[in-house]
């Protein structure tokens, strides 16, 4: 096994994510909890770190690097948005050092745009965004980041040049766990495939229509009461709705001509996958984790060398 | 004080409001409460209604016509739907006894919209209408309903010829206490006003871009991390995108050019009142109270003739 030279965390709001990554940026160790950023008090960050580290076997002085919510205001230590238009060597050296802990860690700030016609932030999808910049090779670049926030962006080279997100992923879970439509939706999980025909037939809708999804979503309803529409189709229903009204309105927006990439496997990526070939998008699809360990790795090496913290 | 010829009770989800009616339509008594559809059990239903009555001072044998959720499966005796296109002397003819009470009770029915490419219902809407229809003078009226799911009525005289829901109170009600939104907007409750600037603005956004409010949603979560953005402002700014999408939407379905009529009183019908002038609508406001009572005067004088019921 190669040595480990660093560890890179993803640390998001419900989810924790660790790797020792070896010179060549190749994991060697992982870890994966639900010790997410909104489950932890401040002070429980340094522990939590330190128990997947030992049992990642990494050494005493192995350095850290982290991206995602642990940076935000909320978190373990604010990393200050950097603002778009936002260079990756520029993000990376804003990385924020924690003082007071046992080895060098040190957290990966997000991107704030700032023009007041389109505030956004992001944080965390900065790392993958420069994984993908390295393996994609350069060039300008669509990028699509499906999620509880879904994120669209414009890459050019090692520069994120605007991005903009939809609330999707959230919507759909408010709406099925707290709205009118959980009758419809049921409470058990659903898997939804993106070749089943009623995701088919909504994400269709969604596409054609997406400037009226928050009155077709009310037919899910209606569904329900006039043809006894069943949970697994409601649910598929909604989600077509939600992902097709989504790529609709950013078919609009970017036009389909850009190269693009899709984030995501599993699941929602296929269902995105599915969503952007039916808008005319020829997407290719990257691996989430493998795009946060390579902007991750990136982040160690300019933080802290290509040799520096050798797992002594 | 006129002799009251029956009792008329809009029952919804969350509200229950009642009126002992006089021969011309007149309210000689009221009593409002939370005692909504959703709050009972339904063995709950005849007392409560008895209570009120009492308190009234209806008599013995005063006959009682209902509409809204009272009708629905899960209410207290379910008034199956009339289809859409529906006449409102067809409407009223079909309201269901309930059996097993002490005095006569009817309940309106709803109305289905089966047409599989737009399901739809409305259930307490009928009866309104069948108010604005009489009080209006016949003719083709576009009626905007706002609620928790407002409604946008297609009426050519005494028929409902199609109508279309959108979710936006709901909406507003499930992002801003169970989404990310809801640390921007904060607990407490907000009056918006419709000469607000945020709301303005937003609403302008919301008419203009309404295939865009997912995501433009986030950008208030954005506004409250990037420029401080209060809670009122949030409060005002969901809103305004909301009803701006709704707006702009209806308008892309049904043009301005129509007669149009506007239900609601109060800060929702101030909001919706701005929205409509700003999208070009020529919109009349009416009474919510008054027109569901000329509606329940109107199916209790075709259920039990124009001197049934007299306060015995």
């Not at 060039?139 to 903009?164: N, Q, R, S």
């Not at 009226?212 to 899910?220: G, K, T, V």
């Not at 990136?298 to 060398?305: I, K, P, V």
Request: hydrophobic share 45%.
């Amino acid at each position: 096994m190669s040595e480990a030279v660093c560890a890179a965390i993803d640390w998001g709001t419900t989810r924790f994510r660790a790797w020792l990554l070896d010179a060549a940026g190749e994991p060697v160790a992982e870890r994966r909890s639900d010790e997410g950023m909104s489950a932890l008090k401040r002070e429980q960050f340094a522990g939590v770190l330190e128990m997947h580290l030992a049992a990642m076997g990494a050494g005493a002085s192995l350095p850290v690097v982290i991206c995602g919510m642990a940076g935000s205001r909320q978190g373990w230590l604010e990393a200050p948005y950097v603002d778009a238009p936002a260079r990756f060597d520029q993000i990376f050296a804003s990385a924020v050092a924690v003082p007071g802990v046992r080895r060098e860690v040190r957290i990966v700030p997000g991107i704030a745009e700032r023009d007041p016609s389109r505030p956004d932030v992001m944080r965390g999808e900065e790392t993958q965004l420069a994984g993908i910049a390295a393996t994609e090779g350069g060039g300008a670049l669509l990028v699509c980041m499906p999620g509880t926030h879904c994120k669209w962006v414009e890459l050019a080279g090692d520069t994120v040049t605007g991005f903009t997100t939809w609330m999707t992923g959230e919507l759909y879970s408010v709406l099925s766990q707290h709205s009118i439509l959980r009758h419809a939706v049921g409470g058990a999980p659903v898997r939804i495939t993106a070749d089943g025909p009623v995701f088919l037939d909504w994400l269709e809708d969604g596409l054609t229509h997406p400037a009226d999804a928050a009155s077709r979503l009310f037919r899910i309803r209606a569904s329900t009461l006039l043809t006894g529409m069943e949970p697994a189709q409601a649910a598929a229903a909604l989600s077509g709705l939600l992902i097709g009204s989504e790529v609709g309105s950013a078919r609009a927006l970017f036009g389909t001509g850009r190269k693009t990439v899709l984030v995501g496997s599993g699941q929602l990526g296929a269902l995105y996958g599915e969503a952007l070939r039916r808008a005319g998008f020829n997407a290719s699809p990257v691996d989430g984790d493998k795009v946060v360990r390579a902007g991750l790795a990136e982040a160690a090496r300019r933080n802290f060398g290509g040799t520096a913290g050798r797992n002594a």
